[in-house]
């Protein structure tokens, strides 16, 4: 884990953080791992995805997550589907769901939560304390291929008037280029790049965070304001959901922010 990243516990709930989303004012905000809510099993014991058990275990997860980081109790859930779809959120109370297929969220409203679900995929949280906007995005491989966060950087631009240099982004808890080997379909999806390293078996290794981060750069984001956790969920698969590491046999964690 980076420097610029801390976990948080709270009432067994732990969560990572961003410092640089808590220094520019976006306090409610946080990376959940595995522990700290009522889910037994395989999906032992903060699973945040209603596909994968009874709805009542899973809304207890999200309130130990809203006590424990501060969220005000509305949030706007995903159907994710490994596209670039993204969605503008206006309003809604309890929990908010997508009309349709979207792997991102983006809202200039106080209040609500933006929730996005991973286990290896990588979430994205972005925030511009200029103009008071918020993203979350699913960036998997298919999704980093397609440029979903720089589609979030472009909402954010053209509806809200945020200037991407002003915006501040953190690559949660995703699988590392150590444990992430793909074959030559992921290459020619991204179109090679530097964040592929070739193996002796013709396969390679993907640095998925790094391939965000060039998104972000292109995008117009300010280096220095990319902040990325390093924090692999495969070989962490005590602290994190993984399905590299146990395959459907898990839950979801999620990224989350609120204005």
């Not at 501060?70 to 993204?86: E, K, V």
């Amino acid at each position: 884990m980076t420097k610029d990243f801390y976990f948080d516990k709270k009432n067994g709930v732990v969560t990572l953080r961003c410092r640089a989303l808590d220094m520019a004012g976006f306090e409610k905000h946080c990376f959940t791992t595995r522990l700290g809510g009522v889910s037994t099993g395989d999906l032992y014991s903060l699973n945040l995805s209603f596909s994968r058990e009874d709805g009542k275990t899973v809304e207890q997860n999200y309130r130990r997550v809203f006590d424990a980081v501060g969220f005000s109790g509305a949030c706007a859930l995903t159907d994710q589907r490994h596209t670039d779809n993204l969605a503008v959120i206006e309003g809604g109370d309890g929990f908010i769901k997508s009309d349709g297929p979207t792997d991102g969220l983006v809202t200039a409203k106080s209040g609500i939560c933006l929730a996005v679900f991973v286990a290896d995929c990588a979430p994205v949280l972005l925030a511009d304390p200029v103009k008071q906007v918020v993203s979350a995005v699913h960036s998997g491989w298919r999704g980093t291929a397609a440029g979903i966060s720089a589609g979030a950087v472009g909402i954010m631009k053209e509806r809200f008037g945020s200037d991407p240099e002003s915006i501040i982004a953190a690559i949660g808890p995703c699988i590392g280029a150590c444990c992430y080997e793909v074959g030559d379909d992921v290459y020619e999806g991204f179109g090679g790049g530097s964040f592929f390293e070739k193996k002796e078996n013709g396969r390679y290794m993907l640095d998925l965070s790094g391939a965000i981060r060039r998104t972000l750069e292109r995008a117009g984001l300010a280096p220095g304001n990319i902040y990325e956790s390093r924090e692999c969920t495969r070989c962490g698969n005590d602290l994190y959901y993984s399905h590299r590491a146990t395959g459907d046999r898990r839950g979801n964690m999620a990224g989350m922010i609120e204005i």
